[in-house]
């Protein structure tokens, strides 16, 4: 029997793993694919305390590294599903069955589709969720990003050191990422920004070829050849395991505070996952922390 058993890999679950091991915590983190969480995908992090600037794979692996330091253990393993049983919390995976007192449900959000015709059709085929994994397909070659958040102008910025051409396909008039990224994107020479457009239709035969993009201010329709597209257009919450577990806000987050308690006793959601306003790797880790002191009182408690 574990005292934790903490689902998810990203920076949320590697503090609580860190806090768990130097409370002297019995923690297991289970991660189906890979530590780090959404920030492996990201090329740069210049905002998290202590870094002025370093990439996010080596961000995600210091935190595993530190986790491990303090004893907690990470699987590879996939949880299918989760039973209550009194106050024994029994976490099912392809391979094993685990028991807990606590549970802190740490599997963060995933990228949002566009939700237009042959979205999935085309995913693979130039329509891509992550400018990391895939810019290096699209050296000397013709891209657009769709979005205007941190996310899009973080992947602009990317792919306009591989691409020949970047077009930012927003769809209001003005961008929601950071000021700083904002007036680098800006100086960039490779990068067009295509405001008040939304893409209508995605097309090609094999692969995408281009974009059917509409002005939602004139009406005005537009063919852009490309030969990607990059949809940075926000996240959902991975919250299909725990759906009829916890309560959910109306869009699919988990409802807990800054305490990270759910409705139900002995399990905390931290992260991305969880109802917050601000949604970073700072406050990410944050809840990881805290959801450990929460964990102790539960377990003193029971
Ligand atoms: P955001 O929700 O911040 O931005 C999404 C963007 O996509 C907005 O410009 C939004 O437009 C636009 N959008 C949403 N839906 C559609 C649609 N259907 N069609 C076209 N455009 C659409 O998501 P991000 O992933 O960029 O960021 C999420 C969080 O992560 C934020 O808090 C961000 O600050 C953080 N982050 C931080 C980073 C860092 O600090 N290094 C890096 C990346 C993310 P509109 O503005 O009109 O709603």
């Known amino acids: 029997m574990k005292d934790i058993i903490i689902i998810g890999g990203g ?24 530590e780090g969480g959404q920030i492996v995908t990201t090329n740069e992090v210049e905002n998290y305390p202590g870094f002025r600037s370093i990439t996010g794979p080596e961000l995600a692996n210091t935190m595993y590294e530190h986790a491990k330091d303090f004893g907690s253990i990470m699987k590879y393993e996939e949880v299918i599903d989760i039973k209550i049983e009194g106050d024994i919390k029994k976490v099912i995976t392809g391979v094993n069955t685990y028991e807990s007192k606590v549970i802190i449900l740490s599997m963060g959000a995933k990228p949002k589709k566009m939700g237009i015709d042959r979205e999935d059709e085309l995913t693979g085929k130039g329509v891509s969720y992550c400018a990391i994994c895939d810019g290096g397909f699209y050296r000397k070659k013709v891209v657009a990003v769709i979005g205007g958040g941190d996310t899009a102008v973080e992947d602009a910025l990317h792919l306009s050191r591989l691409a020949e051409k970047v077009y930012v396909i927003v769809r209001k008039d003005s961008l929601r990422a950071n000021k700083s990224a904002q007036k680098k994107l800006f100086e960039t020479n490779n990068v067009e920004i295509i405001w008040n457009s939304v893409v209508a239709k995605l097309n090609g035969e094999e692969r995408l070829s281009s974009l059917e993009i509409t002005n939602n201010k004139d009406g005005q329709v537009a063919n852009l050849e490309v030969n990607g597209v990059f949809v940075a257009i926000g996240s959902e919450p991975s919250t299909e395991l725990v759906k009829d577990l916890v309560a959910l806000d109306k869009t699919g987050y988990i409802i807990a505070d800054e305490s990270c308690k759910t409705n139900v006793d002995g399990i905390f959601a931290i992260g991305d996952i969880r109802t ?25 408690n029971h």
Do not use: H, N
Not at 11 to 34: I, S, V, W
Not at 285 to 294: E, H, L, N
């Open 11 to 34: 920076p949320a679950a590697l503090t609580a793993a860190l806090y768990a091991g130097r409370a002297g915590l019995d923690a297991l983190m289970l991660e189906k694919q890979y």
């Open 276 to 300: 917050k306003e601000v949604r970073q790797v700072l406050t990410a880790a944050a809840d990881g922390a805290v959801s450990i002191y929460g964990a102790e009182k539960y377990l003193i």
